[in-house]
């Protein structure tokens, strides 16, 4: 027999659903095993009865959790608890979207917190403005309550970042990221993440420039276009083969290459730099040098990193693995060609090395790819000099005093105005209750 729970006040009639009461029972601190064998006893309870009021259901569940559990957790429990239907935040042009702790937990980590980090301070700041009953908050509020949180929770350092990282999103500056390295070195999945880590939608392949490039080039006109970066060499005229090493050889055919593709790289960067559009450019033609094609005057901030497989073995293995999941791609042929590919590796680190540019070892990809986070931030930092008050304006100087003297829970109602939040206390869900 289903049964079913009425609520008097909103006139509701819903099925009991034991996975709501677990919920609950949760939120109120129970550990999950015991809120499961709890909801299973009221199930159990419930099993001859077709029909049971919201308050009925709420003292069952009370009579159960009294004979072992603290008034502590039963208060927690049976007090109604402030839940607006959802949270909107206020963005700087006056549009609402509802708070999402999956952006919001993205936000953070995009300003270089850990991930780990970044999921705990989203709950928090989640639960203690569901607990204030704040249903309005704007995108300045909820920043600088975030700072404060970081500061307060995490440190200086990770308060910081995301101050920079606020800034810099404010700004309107576009952020230009260059991600070179040589085949294998995880180009393209490394760009695929940071993209959506850093909400960039413009990635550009110099892998695809090049494609492009063949299609209006014929071979017999220019074979060395035609060609792998690794093996590009051995379309020019070179005279002199036997008094060179492999290494010198792979360096000039992939030079050669890298200048013919260096127009069209360009190309891409300043129309990103034109429409203010931040983009990555991935590819091993995205070389150190194109960071000088862009004017300091155009106030885009542009970063370069370059990707390294440091073990041979692990890059052979790699390469193993492209040629199984991309039949168009031979492993046998990357075998056969990797002291070539091994030698561009080596010549693209030193030119990093050269432009003293960050190398970033990708063993472990979310390493990696925190590396990277990290290196962006630092970057951004250099141009950033502000506090506060500069990122998040009046919100900031009005609260300023208090800041000082409160936690940053007790600022969620000093930095929202009392219009803004909402008296709407709901008591919990009607079919667990």
Known sequence: MKTFVTNK?????????????????????????????????????????????????????ISLLRRKYSDELIERYSSPVAVPEKIGVISLGGEISAFSRGRHQRYLQSSAVMAEDAEKITLMIYNQLVMAGVHRISTSQLGYLTYLCLLQEIGKSAARQYLVWSEFQRSGRPLILLICGAVGSGKSSIATEIGHRLEIVRTQSTDMLREVMRSMIP??????????????WETLPIQDLDERSLEHLVAEGYRSQAELLALACEAVIQRAVRETTPLILEGVHAQPDLVNTVSEKSGAIVVHVTLAVMRAEELKNRLTGRGLHEPRRKANRYLKKFPSIWALQTYVLGEAERCDTPIIPNDDKEAAINQLVHTVNRELARSFDGSPADVFGKVVNGAKKAASQRTWQEMVTRLVPSEDI???SVTKAASSR
Not at 223 to 230: E, K
């Open 219 to 232: 071979r017999r006109l220019m074979p060395v276009l035609h060609t792998s970066s690794f093996d590009a």
């Open 422 to 424: 909402g008296p709407q």
């Open 9 to 61: 006040q909103d006139k509701s009639r819903v099925p009991f659903l034991r996975g709501i009461l677990i919920r609950n029972l949760g939120e109120a601190g129970l550990p999950f095993e015991e809120a499961y064998e709890l909801a299973g006893e009221v199930r159990d309870e419930l099993a001859d009865i077709s029909e049971i009021s919201s308050q009925e259901l709420e003292e069952l569940v």
